[in-house]
């Protein structure tokens, strides 16, 4: 496999990110129309509001690159009560099926549980339903016609025990 090096972003170093984020969500999640995309590229997941999430760790994202190419990411938020939520994760087509979505993964938990999150929470389409149970997620259900009018797949996956140390307080990612 090529050279592949997984980092988490510094607000410094989103706009590096940011190209491929652009593309990945035009490109990548047909399941919301394209003004939708356009909305989340160039309102709620602007450049400007990620690297303002990043800068707050309100959020944090792990990227995989080749050279200076961003090839995936995987966006998480930090939620109230211990839960770290998945917002966004993908991976370049010619990229896919060598591992770098579980590394992604990897990271993101090993963080998220040393800074006191206690459960995952995300939703996916009907595409990855094998993908996330194959990482130890659970399936909770389906919400037809949910955000944004897509069908929304709930998953969520324990990482370790709930702390009242840990969930009292803001936890940051
Ligand atoms: C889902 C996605 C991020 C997986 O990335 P990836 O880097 O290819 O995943 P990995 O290589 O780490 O795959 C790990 C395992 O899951 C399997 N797998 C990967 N994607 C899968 C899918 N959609 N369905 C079933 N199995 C899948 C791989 O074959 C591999 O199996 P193995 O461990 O037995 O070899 C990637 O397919 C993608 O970007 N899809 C488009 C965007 C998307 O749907 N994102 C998720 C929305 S929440």
Redesign the pocket.
């Known amino acids: 496999m090529d050279k592949i090096v997984f980092k988490k972003i510094t607000p410094e170093e989103v706009k590096n990110f940011f190209k491929f984020f652009e593309y990945s969500i035009h490109s990548?999640?047909p399941e919301y129309s394209v003004k939708t995309r356009k909305k989340f590229t160039r309102t709620d997941y602007a450049l400007e509001k990620l690297e303002k999430g990043l800068a707050n760790k309100e959020l944090a994202v792990y990227a995989a690159f080749n050279g200076n190419d961003c090839v995936?990411y995987l966006m998480a938020s930090a939620w109230c009560g211990g839960i770290c939520f998945i917002n966004?994760?993908?991976?370049a087509k010619k990229?896919?099926?060598?591992?770098?979505?579980?590394?992604l993964l990897q990271m993101c938990e090993k963080e998220a549980k040393l800074k006191g999150f206690h459960k995952f929470h995300?939703w996916?389409?009907g595409?990855?339903l094998?993908?996330y149970k194959?990482k130890g997620f659970k399936l909770i259900g389906k919400i037809p016609e949910s955000d944004y009018g897509a069908d929304n797949y709930l998953f969520y996956k324990t990482i370790q025990k709930p702390s009242e140390r840990n969930f009292l307080k803001s936890t940051k990612i």
Not at 88 to 91: E, K
Not at 95 to 103: H, L
């Open positions: 990548q999640f995936g966004w994760m993908a991976v990229f896919q099926g060598k591992g770098i979505a579980s590394k995300l996916t389409d595409r990855n094998k993908f194959s």
